[in-house]
């Protein structure tokens, strides 16, 4: 499916969509949505009809729009390879009737529904400005002179789409996106434009900063093709290069302003209700994605991602998952002096999991999907070293209907060597649960091992003289129910640690993944310090992500808008965290080490807020 557009009508949304099937007839579908999520089709057979001479080639054709006035319907869409956009009625959302064009029209174009401003009805258009038209009989239609938003002229590549107009309490509000391209990448900034009720040409609000951007979206891999604007939240609608669609749900509201003369000083200790603005972050190196699925080695075709790290006499060794063309998760091992340049990349798979028949006569699948293991496997190793060993957890999954934690270890000497000697294997997590994310703190903790299994509602940790203890008969008991904390924002929905935690002067460093429990399909990362003698009391949490899914490398591989580290070290006074990008590519991001634990102390005096 090759999508259309997207509009909201009489509190519905559409999507419009043409298939190979459609390009035959000269015919388009249209889906029908009460939350812009879920939708059903209502006709697979809309067409539009051209009295005098031939009806468009809807392959070539983008950015569908349907307005409303009364009981008629009215449809613009731009024809990419003529530079026009075209005006069309209905009566039903199917039969169209093509009634006007506008030539030498370069961008996007939306009427505002059941609105008149003079008499005359409006509609924006985009292209290389902001523009407006009016006309009174909604088919010829004359432009206003006044250019409402402008970009660069000397940047002939990029543009401005109308994504969505509707009229809200305070006036009406456009969202548009400015498009920019760069040889082979594009990115995509979303902006709102509130514009007087009484004269839609005067600008009340305009956003200073984008309300959601991509970066270094390569052409033609993911592209924007409609957005919804609903009361609580909008909707944008995407297409990829394989023609799949995906959408993502924007928690918005246009009152909300962010610009900087709206920024407000809370005094400190006054609730802040809003995101923080970032104190500590990471940064991406350049050369990201450091690594990538190679597809002449079957263990590693799929993918490769969410690595682990220990650092030892100068030298980064990473063990890596890996998913291969069996649909098994196995791991790879690499080694780097400087912390990207990888060296040392294995051949052949390190480990791999043998998986046992269910010793159950008929086991009860469960829900999970991760990555492209659909076989099972061993998932997103979390290495640490203690006494000459390396110790990894990781996740065990079987395939079926089991997913818990497991333990395994190998001598350091032979690690090193990359002579791959593992010890046996023991699953360290209740049968009958899922657990994931369980980490092992890098030294004893009151001369014992120390196993970080749950974060919230509560931080437990279980205390060990030996890890032989845990043989498989003896299990730790955690809490994996991860309720959503409302009194958060950006970290509501805790989904679990990442790396083993990093030990320095200020407390244990812990990196841990989360969500906005309102915007779900986002892995974000934060950060907090615990106590050094009892690490299960916190001492500073960020109030802001230190990374969020931005770079097309972790949005346009296996599951988007996916950061998932399982490995961080610190080498040369500077922080590496190891990540998982979109569950396909091994990503890296760096911050000096005591700027970052000085910002991450200090977040809680921030105070200033967006408002």
Same mark, same amino acid.
């Given at each position: ?9 009489? =509190? ?8 190979? &099937? ?9 889906? =029908? ?25 809807? &392959? ?55 609105? #008149? ?55 009406? *509000? ?20 509130? *514009? ?28 924007? *093709? ?85 650092? +030892? ?68 190793? &979390? ?68 196993? *970080? ?41 805790? &989904? ?31 950060? #907090? ?22 770079? +097309?490398?972790?949005? =346009? ?39 970052? #634990? ?14």
């Amino acid at each position: 499916m090759y999508g259309l557009g997207a509009s909201l009508i009489d =509190e519905k949304s559409y999507i419009f969509m043409c298939s190979e &099937r459609d390009m035959a007839h000269g015919t388009f579908t249209v889906r =029908e949505s009460e939350d812009g999520m879920t939708f059903k089709t209502l006709t697979s057979n809309a067409k539009v009809v051209n009295i005098n001479g031939p009806t468009d080639d809807f &392959r070539k054709c983008s950015f569908f729009h349907i307005s409303k006035d009364g009981k008629k319907y009215y449809l613009t869409y731009k024809v990419c390879d003529k530079k026009q956009l075209c005006v069309a009625r209905s009566t039903n959302l199917i039969d169209w009737e093509r009634l006007y064009i506008l030539d030498q029209c370069e961008g996007s174009g939306k009427i505002v529904s059941e609105y #008149l401003y003079a008499g005359r009805n409006v509609m924006y258009t985009g292209g290389d400005s902001l523009r407006a038209y009016v006309s009174s009989d909604l088919v010829k239609w004359s432009r206003v002179k006044k250019d409402l938003v402008t970009i660069d002229k000397s940047r002939k590549n990029d543009e401005i789409v109308v994504l969505d107009v509707q009229v809200v309490d305070d006036g009406v *509000f456009v969202i548009y996106a400015v498009v920019e391209t760069d040889n082979e990448i594009s990115q995509y900034k979303l902006y709102g434009l509130l *514009f007087d009720y009484g004269d839609p040409t005067k600008v009340l609000w305009k956003s200073e900063y984008p309300i959601y951007e991509t970066k270094n979206t390569k052409i033609n891999y993911s592209a924007i *093709f409609g957005t919804v604007l609903f009361d609580e939240y909008f909707v944008s609608y995407w297409m990829n290069e394989k023609d799949e669609i995906f959408l993502i749900r924007h928690f918005f509201e246009h009152e909300k302003k962010t610009d900087k003369k709206n920024l407000k000083e809370v005094e400190k200790g006054e609730k802040i209700n809003d995101e923080e603005i970032i104190e500590s972050i990471l940064e991406r190196v350049p050369e990201n994605p450091i690594m990538s699925p190679q597809n002449h080695l079957p263990w590693e075709a799929k993918a490769t991602y969410n690595p682990t790290a220990i650092e +030892y006499d100068g030298t980064i060794h990473i063990i890596y998952r890996a998913d291969g063309d069996d649909l098994m998760s196995v791991w790879g091992y690499a080694s780097t002096i400087d912390g990207v340049s990888l060296e040392n990349r294995s051949v052949n798979c390190i480990y791999q999991r043998k998986i046992e028949p269910a010793k159950i006569q008929f086991p009860s699948p469960v829900s999970y999907t991760s990555g492209n293991n659909g076989n099972g496997g061993c998932e997103d190793p &979390r290495a640490v070293l203690i006494d000459g060993m390396v110790y990894v957890t990781f996740t065990a999954f079987d395939g079926w209907g089991s997913v818990r934690v497991a333990l395994t270890s190998i001598n350091f000497e032979d690690f090193k060597n990359r002579r791959w000697h593992w010890n046996k294997t023991t699953l360290i997590s209740p049968p009958g649960e899922m657990n994931k994310n369980w980490v092992i703190f890098p030294e004893k903790i009151n001369g014992k091992f120390a196993i *970080f299994h749950s974060f919230y509602p509560e931080i437990l940790i279980d205390y060990f003289d030996s890890l032989d203890e845990l043989d498989g008969t003896t299990f730790i008991n955690s809490n994996n129910t991860r309720p959503i904390d409302h009194s958060r924002g950006w970290d509501s929905w805790f &989904r679990g640690v990442g790396p083993a935690p990093l030990k320095t002067d200020d407390g244990w460093l812990v990196f841990y993944h989360a969500m906005d429990h309102k915007d779900p399909d986002r892995y974000l990362l934060g950060a #907090l310090l615990l106590d050094l003698e009892d690490p299960t009391k916190v001492l500073y949490r960020s109030r802001s992500p230190i990374l969020k899914p931005e770079e +097309y490398y972790e949005n =346009e591989g296996h599951k988007w808008g996916v950061i998932y580290s399982c490995g961080a070290v610190i080498k040369d006074e500077q922080i590496f965290v190891y990540y998982g990008g979109a569950d396909k590519f091994v990503c890296v991001a760096t911050a000096p080490l005591q700027q970052f #634990l000085d910002d991450l102390k200090n977040t809680e005096e921030v105070k200033m807020m967006i408002n």
